[in-house]
């Protein structure tokens, strides 16, 4: 589809969204061209940072209108012949969709080609964006707010009534949904649109179960269908968080505990086998790369549109597009599925591969502090997040902060000054007769965590919190209560 926005007075053209004439102020209408051929083409055989993979081909489009527009693909094209993008002809295909201007479009295209949603008019409909720290959305944190408006825009077309909408997510533990959404745009769409949003960490929950594991599943998500909004990025934990990642806040806060100190790299797909049937129309219009997936990351300007009915199968074709590596839950619990098993609509794979960067499983916000990983469950992985970006400017010597209870003596050999971060880890270490330097309960005050870190980053002996640094803790608390 090529679209044009063209004045309705004099007939002058964009290629980009306006609202009025900037020379008559007249009205603007948008044009879609849906017949489109092909009236130029050049082969590339040289890469490039952005266009790895050779040889490509560059056609040029026009439309019934005559408007013009580039396209790259890997397939041979003659001048003269038709262009058309091919519905899915299976249930699990994954759609691709490369944006710019208009998101909506891009949305309505993407589900188009997977046949559609399946909602009724009648239907009640739970979207699930990802909102998991306060942050602003050219952060690329969480699910962007123009992404939701668009994806709700798309919903009110088909029919669907706004009283039958919820927005549904919970932040990190740790972190406060309302304030999440409140700075990511997401509370403000929902306003603008008419829609509730809910906070999930408040329940009510349903125990449900799949391949003997329970979980305690938000229960509006069980009688609603589901539509799966997350955005796209890199973890330094489970490799991406996407498609199947952001289903894991739809259960309570102790079962998010409990999926993490079982692996969650095993637990994650059976959740998703234990859920009704969900939807999922992905944002990478943006999306994340590097030290994701909260704050260290950087955005990654993919302008991507992924709808599929598998999350699996999207996670797989976002890892291919973006040039990772295959996340262990997909290994582990689906390995007989890759590239060559998923039907690809829209967008060509090797087309849009575009290499972003990986976040490294050992950096934290703190050059001088080191993270050994093992599967730290949200609440240690926020606290870990927090507590190293709050004394980053303080040089010391480095320190290995250990979370999670996914570990093993391979993972520990040869690293020094070990500091056990939450209750799992170090109860592990105890069951492995490993004695780190410290440990850092994270049921203690923050403060006093806080102060144990500086001092271990900071000294060379054994830290300890002392009375002195608990009247400090105290002092600051009310200090800042007056402040407030």
């Not at 059976?270 to 999922?280: G, I, Q, S, Y």
């Amino acid at each position: 589809m090529i679209i044009r926005w063209i004045c309705e007075k004099c007939n002058k053209k964009w290629i980009y969204p306006v609202e009025k004439c900037v020379y008559c102020k007249g009205g603007i209408s948008k044009q879609k061209g849906a017949k489109i051929k092909v009236v130029g083409i050049t082969k590339v055989s040289i890469p490039s940072p952005m266009h790895p993979v050779i040889p490509y081909n560059i056609i040029l489009l026009q439309d019934e209108h005559g408007n013009r527009m580039p396209k790259k693909t890997m397939k041979d094209y003659k001048i003269g012949d038709d262009y058309t993008e091919q519905k899915a002809k299976s249930n699990d295909a994954v759609a691709i969709v490369k944006t710019k201007y208009d998101t909506y479009e891009a949305i309505k295209e993407a589900v188009g080609l997977v046949n559609g949603i399946g909602l009724g008019e009648t239907d009640k409909i739970l979207i699930k964006p990802s909102i998991v720290i306060a942050a602003y959305p050219y952060q690329a944190v969480n699910t962007n707010p123009d992404f939701l408006n668009a994806l709700l825009l798309v919903l009110f077309e088909h029919g669907i009534k706004k009283e039958n909408v919820i927005v549904a997510e919970q932040a990190l533990i740790g972190s406060d949904a309302a304030d999440a959404a409140s700075k990511s745009g997401i509370i403000e769409i929902c306003k603008k649109n008419g829609v509730e949003f809910a906070d999930i960490s408040k329940g009510p929950f349903e125990e449900v179960k799949a391949e003997g594991y329970a979980f305690n599943v938000f229960k509006e998500a069980l009688s609603r269908k589901i539509i799966n909004s997350p955005i796209m990025k890199t973890n330094f934990q489970i490799g991406i968080s996407g498609a199947m990642e952001n289903i894991s806040r739809l259960v309570d806060e102790k079962t998010q505990r409990k999926m993490y100190f079982d692996d969650i790299d095993n637990t994650l797909p059976k959740l998703a086998k234990a859920l009704p049937e969900v939807f999922t129309i992905a944002d990478a219009t943006n999306g994340m790369q590097g030290q994701g997936p909260l704050a260290l990351g950087e955005p990654a300007f993919l302008n991507l549109v992924l709808a599929s009915r598998n999350a699996a199968n999207l996670d797989i074709a976002f890892t291919e597009v973006a040039m990772l590596q295959l996340p262990s839950y997909i290994n582990y619990s689906y390995p007989n599925t890759n590239l060559k098993n998923i039907e690809i609509v829209g967008g060509e794979i090797d087309a849009l591969r575009y290499p972003i960067k990986a976040a490294s499983p050992h950096e934290t916000a703190h050059p001088d502090i080191k993270v050994i990983d093992g599967k730290a469950c949200p609440a240690c992985l926020n606290l870990l997040y927090n507590l190293t970006s709050r004394l980053v400017g303080l040089r010391g010597d480095e320190i290995n902060i250990v979370t999670g209870s996914v570990l093993s003596e391979d993972m520990l050999k040869g690293k020094s000054r070990l500091v056990a971060l939450g209750e799992c880890a170090m109860n592990k270490l105890k069951e492995l007769n490993v004695e780190p330097i410290a440990s850092i309960d994270e049921r203690i005050d923050v403060i006093e965590q806080l102060v144990l870190l500086k001092k271990l980053l900071t000294t060379k002996g054994e830290p300890r919190i002392t009375p002195v640094d608990r009247v400090k803790s105290k002092m600051k608390k009310l200090l800042s209560r007056v402040v407030r």
